[in-house]
Structure formats: structure tokens, C-alpha cells
């Protein structure tokens, strides 16, 4: 029995709410406590990648619970509830530090917060995604879910993209610390609902075994699977460049585009690049499927990227004083990356066969539970990027007020600083994505022909 529109309807739900949560974190978590409570950004860049080096440990973890666990309700649902509930928790926590915290305080509730959501968020983010074998029944339809998962995932981190800072300045007025609290509940309770509807809606097989990779057996996999390693390199360059730029972006805004409603243009900005975000995943990538494989997809949406980058730095050294002219290098970004999403999950679908062929061995969860790790890796890595280049162009506001809103803050900082900002969130990914289109044209090999002799000698084996 093939699967329902209901069942689709809902796990895509559940990546809305999960990648709403993860976006939070990811993009704003650093903004929130360097700039907004003052926390040193070396030192919150440092909590940032030890937090994601440390789920390198906890991601086989809590495979192994989960796969050990059987109840009534299945083994993955359970943990997916649990998970969500208690990752909502950590997430207002996190967003809602208490005012009466000195500075050694806000480092050890930055840390004891981040980690622990860190913890929670793999303790849902693991069964999600390991438990589409459990309704599904292989082959192109499992494929296709894995798909509109990431697709809708990317549809997640767009809306928060769009919504948070217009929110938490609706909510909070000039005091950002309030808004983004009350802002993180919202999100939070949205989580709950959506992962809520996905686990009523989705009816675990009672037979499914669920296998758990270890750390060995996940580097195994990518030792002996040079297709898998290609890909996973890609997407951490491609990860790393486009975190650098969200996690920079704000600051852009703030300290060197400027104004004094500079978070009306940031929103504005965002608004665009969400949709086309968007767009680019329902409506380019479909469109450009008709005309070319997904190899020569790839090599477009790269060149768009890098051609964005440039663009961007183009128009850093001239009047950005209009935000609209800032629309058009993030066109170019922002369908790339929509478009990149969907494709690098293909890519590792397609590893997966190729491992088949060349090792006899299917390690369909080892490569999938790779891919979560090295995404959460490349945020840890560009996190600390973006902080290094925070501390060294002494970029931050410790300080809140109710006027803060009628402040410019751009002219409080040197021409020095916005140089060394505009170059770090331009220069960098652009060479990261660079050196990913040339270890993606000397090893990847698994075009669309190439796929359909390793699916003959399957099917003949």
C-alpha cells in the first residue's frame, strides 16, 4: 500500500517544526548571546563547535537507545515525542536567560543551554529520519519521502528565516532579549504541534529493525565508499559557506548597512530570500530537473552561489543605502541554496547504491546518519568563523536601551571593521564553494548513466 497524502502531508509538517527550531539556533543563538547579553564571541564561538563535536558522539548514541526500544507505540515515535517536548523546553530556556546573570554565569548557561539542546534536538532528529523505512516500503518511494523531508525542512529554516527578527521586534519593541524570548516559546509550541500531528498520523510496521552505526563503522562506510566521502565533503564546504553568511548576515545589517530601522531592511531582505528559497525547491529545481541532470544542476547552482558572493562584495564597496539592490546577489544565493539542499540529498541516496554495487553492503543508515552530523559539524565550524571575525572587528552591543531602536549603529563602527565583516561573510564562502566544485569534478562519478548500470547489475545480482 503506497503511501497516503495524509502521511506525506504530515511528516513534512514535522520538518517544518523541527528545521523552525533548528534554524533558531543555528542562526541566531550566537546574535543572541554575543550581541544582545555580551557574551565574549570567541568564547561562544568555542561553545558552539564543541557542542557539534560532541554530537559526532551522541548521534550513534542515541541510535543505539533508539534501536533498542520497543513499545506499543513502535520504536521511534516514542523518542520523537520525547525528543520535541523536552527540545522545546531547552530552546525557550535558552532564548529566556535570566536578567540577574553576571558574565561567568551567562557563559555557563550559554554552555549548560546549547548542549543540552544540542542533546535533545539529536535525541528527536535521529528517529525522524531513521524511521522512514517503518512506513515506507523501499526504493523510489522512500527516496522520494527522504526528499520532501529535506524540501520541507528547507521550507522550515526559510520561515524563520523571513519572520524572527520582524517578530521579536513585534513582540519585544527596542528591547530585543524580550522579543526573542517570547518569539523562541512560539516556535517551540509550533514544534510541538507539528511533530505532534506527524507521530498521530504515521503508523509505524511493528516489524521494522531499525540499525544503528557506531562512529568506526560510520567512517568505515565513508573510507570504503568514495562516492559517500565526495558528497559529504561537498556538503560541509557548501554548509560552512552558506552558515558563515547566516550567521553574519544580522550583523551586516546592523553595523554596516545601518539605519536606524536597519532590522526592517534585514527582515525585508530576508522576506525575499526566504521565498526564493523556497521557490527554488518547489518550483527551479523541478524546472531545471526537465532540462539538464542533476550533475549539471549542481555545477549551476554552485556558479550561481559564488556569482551572488561576488556580486555582494561588488556592491559592499559602493552606497548600500537601498536594500533592493541588495535583492539581487541574494537571488543568486539563496536558489542555490534551495536548490543545493535538495540535491546533496539526492547525491547520498544514490551513493548508497553505488556502496551496494562496489562493497556488497547497503549502508543506507550509516550514510544518512553521516549526513546529519557533518551538517551539524559544518554550523559548529562556521559558527566559530563568524565569531573569530566578531572579536577581531569588535563588532557588538552589550548594551540595550529603549531608544535602541532610533539608534544607528553603523556609525559606531570603523571602515576597518565593516571591511573585515564584508570580506569574511564573501571571500570565505566563496573559496569554500570553490573547492568544493573542484573535489565534486575530479571524484564524483555517479552521473545519471553511470546510476543506470549500477541499478542493471543490482537488479542482475
Known amino acids: ?27 541566531y543563538v550566537l546574535y543572541y548571546f554575543q550581541d544582545i547579553l555580551g557574551v565574549s564571541a570567541v568564547i561562544m564561538g568555542t561553545i558552539l563547535l564543541v557542542a ?34 523536552t527540545n522545546a523546553i531547552v530552546l525557550y530556556v535558552m532564548f529566556a536567560a535570566p536578567p ?46 527522504s526528499t520532501l523531508g529535506r524540501s520541507c525542512a528547507g521550507v522550515g529554516s526559510a520561515i524563520v528565516t523571513i519572520f524572527t527578527m520582524m517578530a521579536v521586534h513585534a513582540i519585544g519593541g527596542s528591547d530585543e532579549r524580550v522579543g526573542f524570548k517570547w518569539f523562541a516559546l512560539i516556535v517551540a509550541i509550533l514544534f510541538v504541534v507539528f511533530i ?51 550567521n553574519l548576515v544580522i550583523y551586516f545589517f546592523k553595523y554596516d548597512f545601518g539605519g536606524t530601522g ?37 555545477y549551476i547552482t554552485i556558479t550561481s552561489a559564488i556569482t551572488g558572493y561576488l556580486v555582494l562584495l561588488a556592491i559592499a564597496f559602493i552606497n548600500m543605502s537601498n536594500v533592493f539592490l541588495l535583492f539581487v546577489p541574494g537571488f543568486f544565493i539563496f536558489a542555490a541554496n534551495g536548490v543545493l539542499q535538495v540535491l546533496t540529498t ?23 546518519s553521516m549526513q546529519t552530523f ?11 568563523i563568524a565569531s573569530v571575525c566578531l572579536s577581531i572587528n569588535s563588532l557588538s552591543n552589550s548594551e540595550t536601551s529603549e531608544a535602541e531602536q532610533v539608534i544607528d549603529f553603523s556609525k559606531n563602527v570603523s571602515e576597518s571593521a565593516k571591511l573585515g565583516l564584508r570580506m569574511t561573510m564573501t571571500i570565505i564562502p566563496i573559496a569554500g564553494l570553490v573547492i568544493a566544485i573542484i573535489v565534486f569534478a575530479k571524484k564524483f562519478i555517479l552521473t545519471e548513466q553511470k546510476m543506470e548500470e549500477i541499478a542493471e547489475k543490482l537488479d542482475k545480482s
Open 1 to 27: 500500500m503506497e503511501l497516503r497524502f495524509k502521511e506525506k502531508f504530515a511528516y513534512g509538517l514535522g520538518a517544518v517544526g523541527k528545521d523552525m527550531v533548528y534554524m533558531l539556533s543555528a542562526s
Open 52 to 85: 557539534r563535536i560532541f554530537d559526532a558522539f551522541n548521534d550513534p548514541i542515541m541510535g543505539i537507545i533508539v534501536a533498542k526500544t520497543n513499545t506499543r507505540f513502535g520504536k521511534f515515535r516514542p523518542w520523537l515525542m520525547i525528543g520535541t517536548v
Open 100 to 145: 540577574s546573570l553576571d558574565a561567568k554565569g551567562l557563559v555557563a548557561y550559554a554552555a549548560v543551554t546549547y548542549i543540552l539542546w544540542g542533546v535533545t534536538y539529536t535525541m528527536m532528529d535521529i528517529p525522524y529520519w531513521s524511521m522512514i523505512p517503518a512506513f515506507t516500503k523501499g526504493g523510489k518511494e522512500r527516496e522520494g519521502l
Open 196 to 246: 505532534t500531528i506527524t507521530c498521530v498520523a504515521i503508523k509505524e510496521k511493528s516489524t521494522v529493525d531499525m540499525e544503528s552505526p557506531s562512529i568506526g563503522r560510520m567512517f568505515k562506510a565513508l573510507i570504503t565508499n568514495d562516492q559517500a566521502m565526495v558528497t559529504v565533503i561537498a556538503i560541509v564546504l557548501i554548509n560552512c559557506s552558506v552558515y558563515i553568511t547566516s
Open 262 to 298: 536597519w532590522y526592517n531592511s534585514y527582515t525585508l531582505f530576508n522576506m525575499f530570500g526566504g521565498g526564493v528559497q523556497i521557490l527554488s525547491m518547489m518550483l527551479f529545481y523541478p524546472l531545471l530537473r526537465k532540462k539538464f541532470d542533476n550533475v549539471r544542476i549542481f
Open 346 to 368: 539526492v547525491f547520498l541516496a544514490n551513493t548508497v547504491d553505488y556502496g551496494q554495487m562496489k562493497n556488497g553492503r547497503r549502508d543506507e543508515s550509516v550514510i544518512f
Open 374 to 384: 557533518v551538517v551539524k559539524l559544518a554550523s559548529g565550524v562556521a559558527a566559530f
